[in-house]
């Protein structure tokens, strides 16, 4: 029985060795641009932040503009109602 040369052992240990540096530089390739993208993403958070500042203001503007005013029409209207349903007589809907 022969046995096998030498440099078909070499020849195998270089392709494996080759392989396995292969293997860990895509490894630190891709840990190196997952970095970036998390840089990226924690940007992108940032300006999503921001701009959820501006619409909560805009909507609180809008609240202290327009449906304060309303509210306050509506319970002007509730205490003419309820001050005329007195003068007439009129059970509330409370006292059915």
């Known amino acids: 029985m022969e046995t096998i040369p030498a440099i ?3 020849i195998v240990i270089a392709v494996l060795s080759g392989l396995l540096s292969f293997i ?5 390739m891709f840990i190196k641009e997952s970095r970036s993208t ?3 993403v924690e940007n992108i958070t940032a300006d999503a932040q921001s701009v959820i ?3 909560k203001g805009t909507v609180e503007e809008v609240n ?3 449906i304060q ?3 306050g029409i509506s319970s ?3 205490v003419i109602s309820g ?3 007195g003068l007439t007589g009129g059970k509330s809907k409370e006292e059915e």
């Open 64 to 66: 202290e503009a327009i």
């Open 38 to 40: 998390l840089k990226n």
């Open 53 to 55: 500042s501006t619409v």
């Open 69 to 71: 005013p309303i509210r």
């Open 24 to 28: 860990l530089y895509e490894i630190g």
């Open 83 to 85: 001050f005329l349903s």
């Open 76 to 78: 002007g209207l509730s």
């Open 8 to 10: 078909y052992w070499m």
